[in-house]
């Protein structure tokens, strides 16, 4: 959520759009933040978030590359199978909120509540759920700053082509 959220972090990472604040248990990553662009950085206090920094330094690098940190989000089962198939949307592309519910055999809004709770975003990529008719859907269930900015560059840093 994009917030100036004031938890102890494990490491937060000056990123185009913002600045990710990075949570982890030591085994996992289990949280990141979007933070004001003005929120200072911080360097990773532990290993997990020195390899999530790492890992999110050569995504923006190239948005190919692929994830291999250990994630430890917390969800219901119904939210787990959600974030389960949007992992499996290909860079460069995108599903519609009612194409992952046919998928999980729900409906799209309870697709959008569950891409909304995801508190790994971007690594669990629900940019790339997008509304019906080329719409780009919400974001973040933020309600401040504008989360839909940065849908939009996350999408286009992978690539994917608007309108097409």
């Known amino acids: 959520m994009l917030n100036d959220d004031t938890g102890i972090f494990a490491a937060k990472l000056r990123a185009p759009f913002a600045v990710l604040g990075v949570r982890t248990d030591g085994h996992a990553v289990t949280r990141l933040t979007y ?3 003005d929120a200072r950085a911080q360097a990773p206090s532990d290993e997990v978030a020195e ?3 790492h890992e999110l330094k050569a995504y923006f690098a190239d948005p190919e590359f692929r994830f291999t940190v250990p994630l430890a989000p917390t969800g219901t089962p119904f939210q787990r199978r959600v974030w389960q198939a949007i992992e499996a949307i290909p860079r460069g592309q995108s599903r519609t909120y009612g194409e992952i519910a046919r998928m999980v055999r729900s409906a799209p809004r309870a697709v959008g509540q569950a891409c909304g709770a995801n508190r790994v975003a971007l690594i669990i990529p629900c940019h790339r759920v997008v509304g019906a008719m080329g719409s780009l859907g919400g974001f973040m269930n ?6 839909l900015a940065i849908k939009r560059w996350l999408l286009r840093h992978e690539g994917y082509r608007f309108g097409a």
């Open 142 to 147: 933020a309600d401040d700053g504008d989360p």
């Open 35 to 37: 933070l004001p662009l």
């Open 51 to 53: 390899q999530v920094v």
